[in-house]
């Protein structure tokens, strides 16, 4: 496989409490018109999709954000403003720097939350939508599960400190090597005195836990509605182990979406990382416009 090296740039977006920035890294020819945009989890940056943009770069210009609040990308001056209005926003503020005119979108857990909130809007940029492990509707199990860690203060000695804690919180991601999980481990945790800490907003953490079963239903209501109003295709993957996305779930969302169909992957959990030849597989032949 060729290796290619990132751009790393950003663009300013506009939230209620004013400007921040918005990081991402890009990979491929810039002038390439055909844009993948791969978006994170809730605590995680961009660079968890580096083999993936890697192997499609000369395919695709990838395009991969850290979502506000996170990576090398601004705070909010205001917590509240964490949640997927906002970030949609950002996103049709990065769309129109990229200068396309549509793009495709690989979402992951929360990154495929944002990718349903801007598939569903008309005119919507976004032709193919991948989503990697989730859908409308959240288990409680899953929710309960990343209220245990997120937003809490952690401090480590080392790099390898702090990638074993980030295992200890995301084995469900399913086997990875030393190295393989080193590289996806590095850009969460920055340097902070004599250790390092983990690179997000503390604050995301209590975003997460302020939400309201009333906002919860309606955000599910939105996105459901947001599934069934696209019309380009999707992808399902959802790791077969997954407390986040559960099969009921998926067959939900298999009826609600107009063009959809599902991929399950064996031996993962919440969520599958794709940095894997299998996997990194599937995205390119849902993209390359496969029917299998």
């Not at 751009?7 to 977006?13: F, I």
Request: glycine share 10%; aromatic share 8%.
């Amino acid at each position: 496989m060729p290796s290619h090296v990132p751009r790393l740039s950003n663009v300013q977006c506009l939230s209620p409490s004013g400007l921040h920035r918005m990081a991402y890294a890009e990979w491929g020819d810039p002038d390439n018109p055909r844009v993948l945009v791969c978006v994170h989890g809730l605590t995680r940056c961009g660079r968890d999709f580096d083999a993936l943009a890697n192997a499609l770069a000369n395919d695709y210009r990838v395009v991969c954000p850290d979502v506000v609040g996170r990576g090398q990308s601004s705070w909010l001056a205001n917590a509240a403003g964490y949640g997927v209005p906002q970030y949609v926003s950002d996103m049709v503020t990065l769309i129109a720097r990229l200068g396309v005119a549509s793009v495709d979108w690989f979402g992951t857990s929360m990154g495929g939350l944002i990718g349903m909130g801007l598939a569903g809007l008309p005119e919507s940029p976004i032709r193919n939508l991948l989503l990697n492990d989730v859908g409308p509707h959240i288990d409680a199990a899953a929710l309960a599960r990343i209220g245990q860690y997120v937003g809490i203060p952690k401090r480590f000695a080392s790099l390898d400190e702090g990638a074993d804690y980030l295992w200890s919180i995301s084995s469900a991601f399913g086997p990875h090597t030393r190295e393989a999980w080193l590289a996806l481990s590095e850009p969460l945790l920055k340097a902070d005195g004599d250790g390092y800490v983990l690179r997000y907003d503390p604050s995301i953490g209590a975003a997460f836990a302020a939400v309201t079963p009333e906002a919860i239903a309606a955000g599910e209501a939105m996105l459901w509605a947001s599934l069934a109003a696209f019309s380009g295709r999707t992808l399902i993957v959802r790791g077969e182990q997954s407390d986040l996305l559960s099969r009921t779930t998926l067959e939900q969302m298999l009826a609600h979406a107009q063009h959809a169909r599902a991929v399950e992957i064996p031996g993962v959990g919440h969520a599958p990382t794709f940095v894997h030849a299998d996997q990194i597989e599937i995205a390119r032949r849902f993209f390359d416009g496969y029917a299998d």
